[in-house]
């Protein structure tokens, strides 16, 4: 079976490195995809963008993209779409029209929860199967029988969690994997180290960086030890500090406190604040508020991400809470994914 996969994101490849363990060596995939899961279109760190800005500027290459994948769509079994919603759904709507009766599988949805519900609309109409990894998420779709929760691969990705409160004189650094993100908060979180004195500081840097990219980006590290194992360096860190995205559910999961601190571009928060209504930004707060329960970890956006900020929720922060908290964000999403999903795309 040949597949045609896009998946654009850092964190959709994770998950789908951990996917292709299920699907066995006769599924071939084809398309977009990290280089070290096959032989891709496209090398996955030349589609990186950060904000509406940079979307806009590489527009015409992202039509030429959609194209592409379009065209080698004639040859394939069933399409696997991984989150990229502003990519992926253009892409979906044209693989319909083209091959009308082409299997079009969506893992890790948009979140139309928080924004764009239409998309919902869009989602029933070009998609054969929707692969849920949130609990909450199918209340919003018309079509029950196409939507399914198939569980949350961090579940999958992580192999321990925490069985106690620790205190390893670990700090862990995660600041982002956008070179935007990532030069917004390090020099905060190297003014942050001098103020916590005595303690091991663990940055973590994705794998697929180059020392001559970390030089350009991060500057001066030299104050920090370097972990390109995001799991392994939460499970032996008493405390973390994190930018948003996927790494705080992580932390969230394997029982680490954390703070989340995240700095946009001003146009690109302004947007953001103006059509997405959420009280929160990390996944974490958001299921626990679904789950009627307060938030789970601080969260400092924009201005407020400062050294006396941050330095005031470690110094304040309720670890005992935190980790009784963290067992139930585990039974809330029940189990991993990939299995599920290996199922539904072998049927």
């Given at each position: 079976?040949?597949?045609?996969?896009?998946?654009?994101?850092?964190?959709?490849?994770?998950?789908?490195?951990?996917?292709?363990?299920?699907?066995?060596?006769?599924?071939?995939?084809?398309?977009?995809?990290?280089?070290?899961?096959?032989?891709?279109?496209?090398?996955?760190?030349?589609?990186?963008?950060?904000?509406?800005?940079?979307?806009?500027?590489?527009?015409?290459?992202?039509?030429?993209?959609?194209?592409?994948?379009?065209?080698?769509?004639?040859?394939?079994?069933?399409?696997?779409?991984?989150?990229?919603?502003?990519?992926?759904?253009?892409?979906?709507?044209?693989?319909?029209?083209?091959?009308?009766?082409?299997?079009?599988?969506?893992?890790?949805?948009?979140?139309?929860?928080?924004?764009?519900?239409?998309?919902?609309?869009?989602?029933?109409?070009?998609?054969?199967?929707?692969?849920?990894?949130?609990?909450?998420?199918?209340?919003?779709?018309?079509?029950?029988?196409?939507?399914?929760?198939?569980?949350?691969?961090?579940?999958?990705?992580?192999?321990?969690?925490?069985?106690?409160?620790?205190?390893?004189?670990?700090?862990?650094?995660?600041?982002?994997?956008?070179?935007?993100?990532?030069?917004?908060?390090?020099?905060?979180?190297?003014?942050?180290?001098?103020?916590?004195?005595?303690?091991?500081?663990?940055?973590?840097?994705?794998?697929?960086?180059?020392?001559?990219?970390?030089?350009?980006?991060?500057?001066?590290?030299?104050?920090?030890?370097?972990?390109?194992?995001?799991?392994?360096?939460?499970l032996e860190a008493e405390y973390a500090f994190i930018?948003?995205?996927?790494?705080?559910?992580?932390?969230?999961?394997?029982?680490?406190?954390?703070?989340?601190?995240?700095?946009?571009?001003?146009?690109?928060?302004?947007?953001?604040?103006?059509?997405?209504?959420?009280?929160?930004?990390?996944?974490?707060?958001?299921?626990?508020?679904?789950?009627?329960?307060?938030?789970?970890?601080?969260?400092?956006?924009?201005?407020?991400?400062?050294?006396?900020?941050?330095?005031?929720?470690?110094?304040?922060?309720?670890?005992?809470?935190?980790?009784?908290?963290?067992?139930?964000?585990?039974?809330?999403?029940?189990?991993?994914?990939?299995?599920?999903?290996?199922?539904?795309?072998?049927?």
């Amino acid at each position: 079976m040949k597949i045609l996969v896009s998946a654009m994101e850092t964190s959709s490849n994770i998950h789908l490195k951990e996917l292709k363990k299920y699907l066995g060596e006769e599924i071939e995939i084809v398309g977009v995809f990290d280089k070290e899961l096959g032989n891709p279109l496209y090398d996955l760190s030349s589609l990186a963008i950060m904000g509406f800005v940079d979307a806009i500027k590489k527009l015409r290459f992202f039509f030429r993209l959609r194209d592409e994948l379009v065209n080698l769509a004639k040859d394939c079994d069933k399409v696997l779409l991984l989150d990229s919603s502003g990519f992926n759904l253009p892409l979906a709507k044209k693989l319909r029209q083209t091959y009308p009766n082409l299997e079009i599988i969506y893992y890790i949805l948009p979140q139309a929860w928080a924004w764009k519900r239409k998309r919902v609309i869009a989602l029933e109409k070009y998609c054969t199967k929707l692969c849920s990894i949130l609990p909450f998420e199918s209340d919003i779709y018309n079509d029950k029988e196409k939507i399914t929760y198939v569980g949350h691969p961090l579940l999958d990705e992580i192999k321990e969690f925490k069985q106690e409160i620790i205190d390893s004189n670990k700090i862990v650094f995660m600041p982002g994997s956008r070179a935007t993100e990532i030069k917004n908060l390090m020099p905060i979180f190297k003014e942050l180290i001098k103020k916590i004195p005595n303690k091991e500081y663990i940055l973590v840097i994705p794998s697929k960086f180059d020392d001559e990219y970390i030089k350009k980006v991060y500057g001066d590290i030299n104050d920090f030890i370097i972990s390109k194992n995001s799991h392994k360096a939460l499970l032996e860190a008493e405390y973390a500090f994190i930018c948003s995205g996927t790494a705080t559910l992580e932390a969230a999961l394997i029982g680490t406190p954390f703070t989340l601190s995240y700095i946009a571009k001003k146009f690109d928060f302004f947007i953001g604040k103006t059509f997405v209504k959420l009280n929160f930004v990390g996944l974490a707060n958001i299921f626990f508020e679904k789950m009627g329960r307060k938030q789970l970890h601080s969260e400092f956006l924009q201005n407020e991400v400062s050294v006396e900020n941050l330095l005031y929720d470690y110094k304040t922060f309720d670890k005992n809470l935190f980790f009784e908290n963290s067992k139930l964000l585990r039974e809330y999403l029940k189990y991993g994914s990939s299995r599920n999903m290996a199922t539904i795309i072998k049927n």
